[in-house]
């Protein structure tokens, strides 16, 4: 795997002008990036996993941090606390990973690359980047914007991510490997974005070997299933009934119970959700589930609750039902 475009250009060069790029237009002020505390480095980074920056960093980043301050805190919270904090990010899994990793190592993270990955919902990317951000270790972070940016840079139509992490490694800078890691992620975030890359500001553009940078890099977009999803209302003095779900999507959060669709919806609504776009109608009930779980809803934001039925209490709310 060649890493030069020509016999003048190098890996330091290359390092150099990538380290210039970054000092004058990374996204330094981005809120974990002030801070070199790993639970807080940790907290980011699992959110940002399916979660767009700006929502993190205005929303959810500051409200989860002010809820538990730190590892300690959230391993004293309980997991309904921790959902409800999480209410709206979606891939609860995330938020139950946090939970249990703060129970097995209440006082910190460990600072082993090792053994971070042994810790639920750390994997390969996440235990990189808490070593790299927050314990400034040498070592190469390869996520889906670096991924992208090297498969261009080094024209590689499919590379294993074990090629990815030898390219990675090999181009890693010898005494500033974090700001390095840092200026790949904001270059691949800012400027070779998936759809329209700009190549003529890249300070890269030099080194890289993509004729056509749209053949390189791109995941295959995943077509949407139509589903359509029936639940039941049961309100009584200001209250609404819900189930626990067990479903592996949402195990742990609160729906709204199932209904029959056979009678008129009062209120239908659409949600689009990892691979499917659903179409929620809301049917009366005319008794509460067996297993009914009673929420308050005036204080919705105090419950684990997905943001498919925040949207569908909102609606409610709107139509005066509630
Ligand atoms: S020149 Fe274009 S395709 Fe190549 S790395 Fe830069 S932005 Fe990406």
Redesign the pocket.
């Known amino acids: 795997m060649s890493c030069s475009k020509s016999t003048t250009t190098s890996i330091q060069q290359l390092g150099k002008r990538l380290l210039e790029w970054y000092e004058a237009n990374g996204r330094h002020d981005l809120p974990w990036r002030q801070s070199q505390d790993p639970y807080h480095v940790y907290i980011s980074e699992i959110m940002l996993q399916q979660t767009q920056v700006e929502r993190v960093r205005n929303r959810y980043y500051p409200l989860f941090l002010n809820k538990f301050p730190t590892l300690s805190a959230l391993a004293k919270a309980s997991l309904d606390e921790v959902l409800a904090a999480w209410s709206g990010l979606g891939y609860y899994q995330r938020a139950k990973n946090l939970h249990k990793t703060a129970k097995l190592c209440p006082q910190g993270l460990p600072k082993s690359f090792e053994e971070l990955k042994k810790l639920p919902g750390i994997g390969t990317y996440t235990a990189a980047a808490i070593c790299s951000f927050a314990y400034n270790q040498s070592i190469a972070v390869v996520d889906t914007n670096i991924k992208?940016?090297l498969c261009?840079?080094f024209a590689l139509p499919n590379p294993t991510p074990a090629n990815l992490e030898r390219l990675a490694t090999q181009l890693l800078h010898p005494t500033r490997p974090k700001e390095h890691n840092l200026a790949l992620m904001d270059?691949?975030a800012l400027?070779?974005?998936p759809k329209s890359?700009?190549?003529g500001?890249?300070?890269?553009?030099a080194?890289?070997?993509?004729d056509d940078?749209l053949l390189?890099g791109q995941n295959k977009s995943q077509k949407r299933e139509k589903k359509t999803l029936h639940f039941g209302i049961y309100a009584q003095e200001g209250k609404l009934a819900m189930v626990r779900s067990t479903q592996k999507l949402y195990e742990g959060m609160l729906l709204f119970p199932p209904a029959s669709p056979k009678s008129k919806p009062i209120a239908t609504y659409r949600h689009s959700y990892t691979q499917y776009n659903l179409t929620i109608s809301l049917h009366p009930l005319h008794a509460p589930p067996k297993n009914a779980v009673w929420i308050d809803v005036q204080r919705v934001q105090e419950y684990p609750l997905a943001s498919l039925v925040t949207k569908g209490i909102e609606l409610l709310r709107q139509k005066l039902v509630l």
Not at 201 to 205: A, G, Q
């Open positions: 992208r940016l261009r840079l270059l691949g400027i070779c974005t890359p700009k190549c500001e890249c300070p890269l553009k080194f890289c070997q993509a940078p390189f």
